[in-house]
């Protein structure tokens, strides 16, 4: 009985083996591709902040430049652009931004 119970147990071990190998590659080939869709996600949402938010500082730089009157509307919603960027970005990138604002409120009220 022994003698056929060795390769019996051998053929089962190694298909349990085999099987729990395939589950091993198989759940960290999900993780590995759920984790490259979340970094291209947030990629994708920053840059889009952040190009709102050039458009943005742009067009209040050139309207500070020609008008000594501040565009409050304008003004506010980069500011909110600003304060988006505090969730999702660097706090370097966001010190960047608040001096770009800060430039451009300087310029409004520049004689």
Known sequence: MTVALEPALAALAGSAIGGLTTLAVTLMTQRVQARAALTTRDLTVRQKLY????EEASKLYGDA???SAVDILMLVGTSALVNRMRVI????IVD???????????????P
């Open 51 to 54: 190009r709102k938010f050039i």
């Open 65 to 67: 430049l020609m008008h």
């Open 89 to 92: 970005s660097t706090s370097g």
């Open 96 to 110: 960047k931004a608040e001096v770009v604002l800060r430039t451009i409120v300087d310029i409004y009220f520049s």
